[in-house]
T-cell receptor, first 114, second 113 residues
């Protein structure tokens, strides 16, 4: 039971570098999400997807891009890393049947921009 | 827009003490309500949920009741253990939100032996 898998677990970037955070799920969920968690704060939604080929912005999308070419994968890209993007990033997925379906989370990627 | 307000932390209790973490919400329509728990170094795990008024969610000795009249979903446990030390998040999904979770800021719980 892999669930939601995120890679890498940790990464340090220099300002201006780019990278892709990987997220894959094996539950055949249509809905996928990217959140960031800053110290002492709740999670804030960056982007989400309701199915392959469909993505939309969340609360804090600036500086990020996503794609959803398959049901399983939902990578998050940082094009020009900035110190403000230092955070812990969580990917989640859920089925699309009803609003009472919980989201399943990966273990997170801890990203530091120096 | 939707919002969740959680009791400020951190909370420190002795083992076997009673726990309450307050959570109130503002949402359109009839949201589903959730409590998630985050253990150190891990992702969030669903602890319990309630999908309509007066529903009680329960799991691992934790309980929370969906109170529509007070827009609240307080988390309780009668006797906490050291292993319950974690961060607890109250969250909601409201209708028409593309299933987006709105989270509270989290409450850090530390249980001392």
């Amino acid at each position: 039971n892999a669930g939601v898998t995120q890679t890498p677990k940790f990464r340090i970037l220099k300002i201006g570098q780019s990278m892709t955070l990987q997220c894959t799920q094996d539950m055949n969920h249509n809905y996928m999400y990217w959140y960031r968690q800053d110290p002492g704060m709740g999670l804030k939604l960056i982007y989400y997807s309701v199915g392959a080929g469909i993505t939309d912005k969340g609360e804090v999308p600036n500086g990020y891009n996503v794609s959803r070419s398959t049901t399983e994968d939902f990578p998050l890209r940082l094009e020009l890393a900035a110190p403000s993007q230092t955070s812990v990033y969580f990917c989640a997925s859920s089925s699309s049947d009803r609003i009472n379906q919980p989201q399943h989370f990966g273990d997170g990627t801890r990203l530091s921009i120096l | 827009g939707d919002s969740v307000t959680q009791m400020e932390g951190p909370v420190t209790l002795s083992e076997e003490a009673f726990l309450t973490i307050n959570c109130t919400y503002t949402a359109t329509g009839y949201p589903s309500l959730f409590w998630y728990v985050q253990y150190p170094g891990e992702g969030l795990q669903l602890l319990l949920k309630a999908t309509k008024a007066d529903d009680k969610g329960s799991n691992k000795g934790f309980e929370a009741t969906y109170r529509k009249e007070t827009t609240s979903f307080h988390l309780e446990k009668g006797s906490v253990q050291v292993s319950d030390s974690a961060v607890y998040f109250c969250a909601l999904i409201s209708s028409g939100s593309a299933r987006q979770l709105t989270f509270g800021s989290g409450t850090q719980l530390t249980v001392l032996p």
